[in-house]
């Protein structure tokens, strides 16, 4: 299969749509997208359908590549055997020890030396792997420099690469400060040395160097690395831990009484991964085997067959995550580890699609919801809705078009009112409360609320000192308040009004005015109630709200359209492989459409955009908003938190309060959006003021 690859790659681009992506793509298959679809489908005996989600392509392209390797001889019933041994062998380390990925190199190329193999399987691994924002600790060996040397890993921001150990005044080449260089230099990162000696006469010379600000500061860049790269040295004659020089001020004699078995990092493990304590334990300044442990990714490269209990004993102790070796050696591992048979060839079998094809369901034709009569769906909403939240909010009149917080408007104090169309909740009418929301008035969904509402609202939150509206960047919503507005302008109530626009891609920065309004009404919201509540004027109020909204940066992004009551069908069209950036929310196109990808590349996309507009500098302070369109979960909103988080604090940005949930939806669209709000004092302040209402309570 390996001989063939190249031309099989030529002949198939042609007819695939696309290659997979290289980072969706198991480090097992290499770069090679043909072996993927073969194996998938002969060994894993998946569906070319299946295959098709698996691999992020269409099943025409499948089928593509299938009748190519056949074609083309890549395939012949058996797969070449140097490339299955290292998938199988790959897989089965994956298997026994739990490994997040594997990357095996075959062990018959002997043209090039092992530890280049390694290392261009390793740099291969950081194009995968290495993300913006990340911050990596990496630790020194000849392998780690390898793959430094080799790896380019380019268009990324604000990666951080820290020396795991501190430095050494050896010779060779594979110090920690060069190890570090090199793999900086790789991913254009940031680098951070450790200003201190890996070894000290005393402990007591640890501790104070472990004391000193710059020292300080550059391992607590280490304590909070997300990966981490680094070798496996054994304990022979001829391995790193010799030759380097590195431990010339003790005995090893010690530490072999001991059971040890390999290096990591400095620091000595026996054969099942304990650590070993030694007389140089408490004189090593690097990263300890517990912090190794805390890194979410943990990329370790080591091959040789004279390494196998010292990768054995990694493995064993939990310190590897990703594995990069070779076939030879990821056999003898699994030999050691009592796991004799390896299966090395797949059944060889050829199949015909049609004789598997799976039944189908049958279409569905509407989107199944909890409804009566979907012309009184809103009525019954806001009638259960009062009910529910009686505590917070009663209808202004007969009518629960318009609400009023039941603790709220009082003598002297600005009144807030917020509106717009139903299909958002809980935005608008679930933050209608004490310190917030004086009263909401609500359209039907997707639509703007009529006047006449709007204008019982200003007369509800009216108490002597004027009335602040704020609504979204809609041209119903505009005109409609427009004119509510002046309605109570002519009964002697004074009227500011506050337009959000915090929808970034909806409009370039010179536009800022046409942007639309989406989720960062949240913290819009917010500061102007909290304002009002203070007891602010009707202008301060405003100056508030104005600066909370121009320093609010909101993105959304789509997978599936939503669905109207009336129709129950999508109100939009998206491809079934397909994302769209920039959606608003009331399925407005978004301004970009791509294909899918993982979610951390999702918020990259997000993120950088978000970084081309807010001037936050290391230091600076902000609030995050996760936001659910209405049917994407808390698990998916975290996972795209935690990756919003990691690429604020890589540029130094410190999370001065989140919110992660169901904020501002489009009733049952399946996406998310990310808002951003740039804090000063006033903005800090008013943000953490109290408040209590259905959707929010701040103490």
């Known amino acids: 299969m390996a001989t063939k690859s190249q031309q099989a790659r030529k002949g198939g681009a042609a007819k695939a749509e696309a290659a997979p992506a290289p980072d969706r793509m198991p480090l097992r298959y290499g770069d090679d997208p043909y072996v993927w679809a073969c194996w998938l489908y002969y060994e894993e005996d998946m569906t070319q359908g299946d295959i098709a989600d698996v691999m992020g392509i269409s099943r025409a392209t499948v089928n593509s590549y299938l009748a190519d390797a056949r074609a083309r001889g890549i395939v012949n019933i058996a797969i070449e055997p140097a490339r299955l041994a290292s998938l199988t062998v790959a897989q089965e380390l994956k298997r026994h020890f739990g490994l997040d990925d594997c990357l095996v190199v075959p062990s018959d190329d002997t043209a090039r030396p092992l530890i280049d193999r390694i290392g261009a399987a390793g740099a291969q691994a950081l194009q995968r792997l290495i993300k913006s924002g990340d911050t990596i600790a990496v630790s020194w060996g000849r392998t780690v420099l390898a793959i430094g040397e080799r790896a380019s890993v380019r268009d990324l921001q604000d990666v951080t690469v820290v020396q795991a150990t501190g430095g050494t005044r050896a010779t060779f080449a594979y110090t920690p400060e060069l190890c570090a260089a090199a793999v900086a230099e790789a991913v254009n990162g940031r680098l951070i040395g450790i200003s201190a000696p890996a070894i000290v006469s005393t402990s007591a010379v640890r501790d104070a160097l472990l004391q000193e600000p710059l020292i300080s500061d550059q391992f607590q860049h280490l304590v909070g690395a997300n990966k981490a790269i680094f070798g496996i040295a054994s304990l022979r004659p001829n391995s790193t831990i ?224 004027g009335v602040l509206f704020i609504y979204g960047n809609y041209a119903g919503d505009v005109m409609n308040f427009e004119m509510a507005a002046e309605m109570a302008e002519e009964q002697g109530i004074p009227v500011r009004t506050i337009v959000t626009t915090d929808d970034i891609a909806s409009s370039p920065p010179e536009d800022r005015d046409g942007r639309r309004g989406v989720a960062g009404n949240f913290f819009v919201f917010k500061i102007a109630g909290a304002a009002c509540d203070l007891g602010l004027s009707l202008e301060q109020c405003e100056a508030a709200a104005r600066k909370a909204n121009e320093r609010t940066y909101t993105v959304g992004v789509a997978l599936e359209p939503g669905s109207m009551p009336q129709t129950r069908r999508p109100n939009f069209e998206i491809g079934p492989d397909d994302i769209e950036f920039g959606m608003g929310i009331h399925g407005e196109p978004g301004v970009i459409r791509e294909r899918m990808m993982m979610a951390d590349d999702i918020v990259d996309r997000v993120m950088d955009r978000i970084f081309l507009e807010m001037k936050v500098g290391e230091g600076g302070r902000v609030a995050v908003l996760v936001n659910s369109f209405g049917a994407t979960p808390l698990m998916e909103l975290y996972i795209l938190f935690r990756r919003v988080e990691q690429r604020l604090s890589a540029k130094g940005i410190v999370v001065e309060a989140n919110w992660v949930g169901h904020y501002c939806t489009s009733l049952d669209m399946v996406g998310a959006s990310i808002s951003i709000l740039a804090l000063d004092g006033e903005l800090t302040e008013l943000l953490h003021h109290p408040c209590e209402t259905s959707a929010l309570t701040i103490t």
């Open 242 to 465: 010799h030759t380097s020089g590195f431990f010339e001020s003790v005995t090893l004699q010690e530490y072999l009484a001991k059971g040890a078995v390999g290096v990591i990092a400095g620091r000595f493990i026996d054969g099942q991964g304990r650590p070993i304590v030694g007389p140089l334990e408490d004189r090593t300044i690097g990263i300890s085997l517990e912090m190794l442990k805390n890194v979410d990714v943990r990329i370790a490269a080591a091959g040789g067959f004279d390494k196998v209990p010292a990768i054995l004993a990694a493995l064993r102790g939990g310190y590897v995550s990703v594995l990069i070796t070779d076939a030879a050696t990821g056999r003898g591992i699994l030999n050691a580890d009592g796991v004799t048979e390896v299966n090395q060839r797949p059944p060889q079998r050829l199949r015909d699609e049609a004789n598997v094809a799976q039944p189908r369901s049958a279409a569905r034709t509407y989107i199944k919801k909890f409804l009566n009569d979907p012309d009184h769906a809103v009525e019954e909403m806001l009638n259960g809705i009062v009910r529910a939240h009686r505590k917070y909010l009663a209808p202004v009149d007969r009518s629960n078009r318009a609400l009023k917080a039941k603790v709220g408007p009082r003598p002297g104090k600005v009144g807030l009112v917020v509106g717009g169309g139903s299909g958002h909740e809980p935005c608008f009418v679930g933050y209608v409360g004490k310190g917030l929301v004086d009263a909401v008035a609500i359209g039907n969904v997707f639509s703007s609320p009529p006047p006449a509402p709007i204008l019982k609202c200003a007369q509800a939150a009216s108490s002597g000192a």
